[in-house]
């Protein structure tokens, strides 16, 4: 697959005085320094998150940042190449990563660049970091985990009688096999049961979900799309299957919503990547070692609620979920 590379320049006011970057030697003249995104599969909420992390850098540096985007589209190979082209040749002065498929092998591919991750949902399970706390490694960043019991323990408020949940997710991959586990555990301290159906680590169409979906959709009473690179990018497979056989779709992805998702107990992906582009902010400027930084999360939950689609469902919110609703959708 053809590698894409999407070169995004940035013009920001000059310093007179150059600071000192991590890995960046100071020079006498305002420096010009290079900001790799890397994400192995892009979606709306990556985006979200490299926008807001891109948009603090703007508004804060006070010195000209180069922007390189790559976007492998799901190609593990050609993210690879891209990760050992912002390192050899272009010299990039920190990367920062969405997702954990798409951390993992930059983490992997270099020591020594700065890294800075967002939108990873469970860092320590998924071997992305050691500890969520100080380390001397050249990394941190921000996590998205909402706890799988508080998610369950949400559809139960709409659905108390629910026993019997699906859950679609990319095998092999760590992020969605943790994520998996955690809901089963939740589950079964829940008295809940839990019926999966899988994709393969490439999907890369709408239609792989839906074809698992279907294998799963008569026997459960809710969907539930997980944080994972393919439901990310192709959960509207999932949700379409859903919605046709009237099985609500659960998610923590937020842009699901648009698609048809009933409810979505989630992070707010611009909050995290603007948390992502303070810490490069003090790597950059202030030359702050990564490991010095701990990895944080927004504490704030969105608890979204499409309207729209309770419609479509005949189904009805209570309303005192709705009175803690951060958003509804009508």
Do not use: W
């Amino acid at each position: 697959m053809k590698l894409f590379n999407i070169f995004i320049s940035i013009n920001l006011l000059l310093a007179l005085v150059a600071p000192q970057s991590f890995s960046h030697p100071t020079g006498e003249a305002s420096p010009e320094l290079t900001v790799g995104l890397a994400v192995l599969k892009d979606n709306a909420d990556y985006h979200a998150a490299r926008t807001a992390f891109v948009s603090v850098l703007e508004e804060k540096m006070d010195f000209h940042v180069h922007f390189k985007l790559l976007d492998a589209y799901g190609d593990l190979e050609s993210y690879q190449k891209g990760l050992k082209r912002f390192v050899e040749e272009d010299k990039v002065d920190l990367i920062f990563t969405t997702g954990t498929r798409s951390t993992i092998p930059a983490i992997q591919y270099s020591s020594k660049v700065p890294i800075v991750f967002s939108a990873v949902a469970a860092p320590v399970k998924a071997g992305v970091v050691k500890s969520l706390a100080r380390r001397e490694e050249n990394v941190t960043g921000t996590h998205c985990e909402v706890p799988a019991y508080a998610q369950l323990k949400t559809i139960l408020k709409i659905f108390p009688f629910v026993r019997t949940l699906g859950i679609v997710y990319t095998r092999d991959e760590p992020n969605a096999e943790i994520q998996l586990q955690d809901f089963q555990a939740a589950a079964k301290e829940l008295n809940l049961n839990i019926l999966t159906a899988s994709v393969s680590p490439d999907c890369r169409s709408e239609h792989e979900v839906a074809q698992a979906t279907k294998k799963i959709v008569d026997k459960v009473e809710v969907l539930i799309a997980l944080q994972d690179t393919s439901l990310a990018r192709y959960g509207k497979g999932m949700v379409d299957i859903g919605l046709r056989s009237s099985i609500p779709t659960y998610t923590s992805l937020t842009h699901l919503l648009s698609a048809g998702a009933l409810i979505s107990l989630g992070m707010d992906f611009k909050n995290i990547g603007a948390m992502a582009g303070e810490k490069a902010y003090k790597i950059l400027k202030s030359s702050v070692p990564p490991g010095h930084m701990p990895i944080t999360v927004d504490q704030k939950y969105l608890l979204v609620i499409n309207l729209n689609a309770a419609h479509k469902m005949g189904i009805t919110i209570p309303i005192q979920v709705l009175r803690t609703a951060s958003r509804i959708i009508k």
